[in-house]
């Protein structure tokens, strides 16, 4: 249980506070960016019965990682807190956040009670060598075929809802 409870602290502490965890390095050589942000669900049948809730704290963390003028390092994770009726009363739910559909299993959940989830998803880490005109790419990354305001027509593997603002960042 102690066990449990430090390493819930220090992914708070991280959680909370990336930019000041991160501020030892040299910025020329590690850059740390991201954002925290709130997103709170209601859901009802009838205005006058039973409501449920579902609030959802998340927090994106971008690591880059420049050690020389051809190499770069990348590792971008969230972080996922949910907490309301939905965990409770939906069946599943945990195992369907847990959920990671890429070759390597890179999401987790850190903890969970009755009705709270503590998730992290690691959705991209790869090396990067650039030399000239050539450059190779190794790891876990996205692959954005094209950009558009509201939708896009060119990419057909990152299909989503223009009113699905919950999560920017689509995963390739």
Do not use: C
Not at 13 to 25: E, G, K, R, S
Not at 48 to 55: A, G, I, P
Not at 86 to 107: A, C, H, W
Not at 113 to 141: C, E, H, M, P, W
């Amino acid at each position: 249980m102690v066990y449990a409870k430090r390493i819930t602290g220090s992914f708070l502490l991280i959680f909370l506070f990336p930019n000041m965890t991160f501020a030892q390095y040299e910025p020329e050589k590690l850059t740390v960016n991201g954002y925290v942000k709130f997103l709170q669900t209601i859901l009802y049948e009838d205005f006058d019965q039973e409501w449920l809730t579902d609030n959802l704290i998340h927090n994106r963390i971008n690591i880059h990682w420049h050690p020389g003028s051809k190499i770069n390092g990348v590792v971008e994770f969230r972080n996922r807190f949910f907490y309301g009726d939905f965990v409770r009363t939906i069946p599943g739910y945990k195992e369907m956040v847990v959920q990671d559909n890429g070759f390597i299993d890179l999401s987790f959940n850190w903890s969970d009670g009755q009705s709270y989830l503590l998730n992290s998803t690691i959705d991209r880490v790869y090396l990067d060598y650039i030399t000239g005109k050539f450059q190779a790419r190794v790891g876990r990354q996205r692959i954005n075929w094209s950009q558009n305001l509201i939708w896009n027509p060119n990419d057909v593997f990152n299909a989503y809802s223009y009113f699905d603002f919950d999560y920017e960042e689509r995963p390739g």
